[in-house]
């Protein structure tokens, strides 16, 4: 089954557990890059509200300052509260680290980020072979 | 004053965070293959996996769709309001009815701390 540990995963050096780490894509369709990472942080049990609190402000202009330095591209809050969701502009899984542990929150020990590398959605690939004649 | 010139750290701006409802407008779903999904079994399902994708992109339910380099899932950004009707619309998929890929599902909204920078523009 599909054994992504909730915990382990989100970790910040923690090999990602995937359920078949021994699947291999099928052959016939082309390989893809890697264009951006997703980043998925989380509040650590360090981030009370009294404790995030006066770090806040600077996290947010951190946060403002790597989207208009085009390094944060998209930015979501996880409406749970349970932390932010980010889309990076880097194919370097150690860039998106080392900027992610630059921000406050980071820096305080209150947050933890998974970043998982995305790339074009690569089963299209499936639709490019040519039609069927007749 | 000094409250003034403290206003960057302080901490009473923060609980006004709380007046401000943090809509979830998309839900990220994270899909991994699962043991049942192994290379020879996976691949006949593939073509038709990728068919009812683009179908659920066309009909404006997945918004944006990524591919995992590393783990040989995928990752769609779905435009749901609820982790209920995403889950409907992705247990659907071939790979989903066949119990090769599972979905971990995050609800996301606007990034709710920016309302920090809303207060008034300072006077010069």
Known sequence: MGTRQGDSRLSDDANRTVGATDTKP???V???PTTKMLAIGRLTEA????????????EVRATVRLHLAGKVDQWFFRTDGSGVVFHINTTDPAEARSLLDRLPLRMA????????????LR????????PAAG | MTQRVMRGADVAIYPALAAFAAPTTKILAIGNVTAKGA??????????????????????KIDQWFFQNDAYGVVFIMNCDTVEEAHELLEKLPLGVAGMMEFELIP????KPLAMLLGEPPRS
């Not at chain 1, 009294?50 to 402000?57: H, K, L, N």
């Not at chain 1, 020990?109 to 074009?120: D, N």
């Open chain 1, 109 to 120: 020990g209150m947050m933890e980020f998974e970043l998982i590398p995305l790339g074009p």
């Open chain 1, 123 to 130: 089963a299209l690939g499936f639709l490019l072979t040519e």
């Open chain 1, 26 to 28: 099928p052959p016939n």
């Open chain 1, 47 to 58: 981030a009370t509200p009294e404790a995030r609190g006066p770090i806040m402000p600077a």
């Open chain 2, 108 to 111: 996301l909204g606007p990034l």
């Open chain 1, 30 to 32: 082309a390989d893809v």
């Open chain 2, 39 to 60: 290379p020879d079994a996976i691949g006949a399902v593939l073509p038709f996996e990728v068919r009812a994708t683009v179908r659920l992109h066309l009909a404006g």
